[in-house]
């Protein structure tokens, strides 16, 4: 096992409402990585935090945002969500922000209906 | 176009037979290369990382040839385990950390 752990597993959400994921690094990563994998498709990058600050954006719209906290565990969130939101979000952890060597988490399953 | 491109498959291997694909890559600034393993519904796991030189990991076999822009992975003595989706990763380095997924290459290893 990785020592990554997201919560929850599974989630299923109404169009338009506000989503909360977690994520808790491996001890001693200092990097939060978050992905989004729809059916089908390989993970695609959302965003990074390093040491509680953002550090790299993908193509995501701002209703996607994120946090990092001191203990490097980090969380997710999702405004007024769309159909098209619903996919596996993965969160990679780090050491350090090159990320030459990430692990996942299980992954969240979130379904918006 | 895609920055990361990988046929998807599937690739239908007998056991103990060898199989391998490619994987192509769009950008030159690309640095770091990966090979990632994905069990249906499950997270990405590391398989190896792809060095200049070509590396060997048991039955595994990463190329990287920068000129063509492409990796590789061969697998010898294909097990009924090693049936997965394969997913081929670079890292940049004008974006380090944001690592670029193709969207996989299932293989599926028959009896």
């Known amino acids: 096992e990785t020592g990554v752990t997201q919560s929850p597993t599974h989630l299923i959400k109404t169009r338009g409402q506000q989503v909360t994921l977690r994520c808790s690094s491996q001890?001693?990563?200092?990097?939060v990585s978050w992905y989004q994998q729809a059916l089908g498709q390989g993970p695609q990058f959302i965003f990074q935090?390093?040491?509680?600050?953002?550090?790299g954006r993908g193509n995501f719209p701002p209703r996607f945002s994120g946090l990092q906290f001191p203990n490097y565990s980090s969380e997710l969130n999702v405004n007024a969500l769309e159909l098209d939101d619903s996919a596996l979000y993965l969160c990679?952890?780090?050491?350090?922000?090159?990320?030459?060597?990430?692990?996942f988490g299980q992954g969240t399953r979130l379904t918006v209906v | 176009r895609k920055e990361v491109e990988q046929d998807p498959g599937p690739f239908n291997v007998p056991e103990g037979a060898t199989v391998a694909f490619n994987c192509t890559y769009s950008?030159?600034?690309?640095?770091?290369f990966f090979w990632y393993r994905q069990d249906c519904r499950k997270e990405p796991k590391l398989l190896m990382s792809?060095?200049?030189s070509g590396n060997e990991d048991g039955r595994f076999t990463a190329q990287l040839n920068r000129a063509s822009q492409y990796i590789s992975l061969l697998i010898r003595d294909s097990k009924l385990s090693d049936s997965a989706t394969y997913l081929c990763?670079?890292?940049?380095?004008?974006?380090?950390?944001?690592?670029?997924f193709g969207a996989g290459t299932q293989v599926v290893v028959t009896p």
């Open positions: 950008n030159s600034a690309s640095q770091s």
């Open positions: 792809v060095y200049s």
């Open positions: 990679a952890s780090s050491l350090g922000s090159s990320n030459t060597e990430a692990f």
């Open positions: 935090y390093y040491r509680e600050e953002e550090n």
């Open positions: 001890s001693g990563h200092n990097t």
């Open positions: 990763v670079v890292n940049r380095m004008d974006s380090w950390g944001k690592l670029q």
